[in-house]
């Protein structure tokens, strides 16, 4: 059974850095993409950026793009978002997701999902 679980959201003032990680576990994941996704209260789940577990090939939201980067270790069975010059509506609970081996900004394309973390960036 697949099991994702996500750590390291917190509080950070704008301009920070926080890295999350989500711990992987229940299959061999190197023909899967890891997707990260965001929802903010009141918002739709949106897409955050994806790495495709086999040769770190990486897609990010334009939102994002320059801010945030995914990573991989293998040894571990972990994704890293670690994500820097945060803004206030970066605010969001983040969850990572399973899904299938190319890249893909569809929430649909996910199968398996972590419970979230939360993060919250003060002005």
């Known amino acids: 059974q697949v099991q994702l679980v996500e750590s390291g959201g917190g509080l950070v003032p704008a301009g920070g850095s926080l890295r999350l990680s989500c711990a992987a576990s229940?299959?061999?994941?190197?023909?899967?993409?890891m997707g990260w996704f965001r929802q903010a209260p009141g918002k739709e789940r949106e897409f955050v950026g994806a790495?495709?577990?086999?040769?770190?090939?990486?897609y990010y939201a334009d939102s994002v793009k320059g801010r945030f980067t995914i990573s991989n270790d293998n040894a571990k069975n972990t994704v890293y978002l670690q994500m820097n010059s945060l803004k206030p509506e970066d605010t969001a609970v983040y969850y990572c997701?399973?899904?299938?081996?190319?890249?893909?900004?569809?929430?649909?394309?996910?199968?398996?999902w972590g419970q979230g973390t939360q993060v919250t960036v003060s002005s």
């Open positions: 229940g299959r061999t994941f190197s023909r899967y993409t």
């Open positions: 790495l495709r577990w086999s040769g770190g090939t990486t």
């Open positions: 997701a399973v899904g299938p081996g190319r890249l893909s900004n569809r929430r649909n394309d996910y199968e398996y």
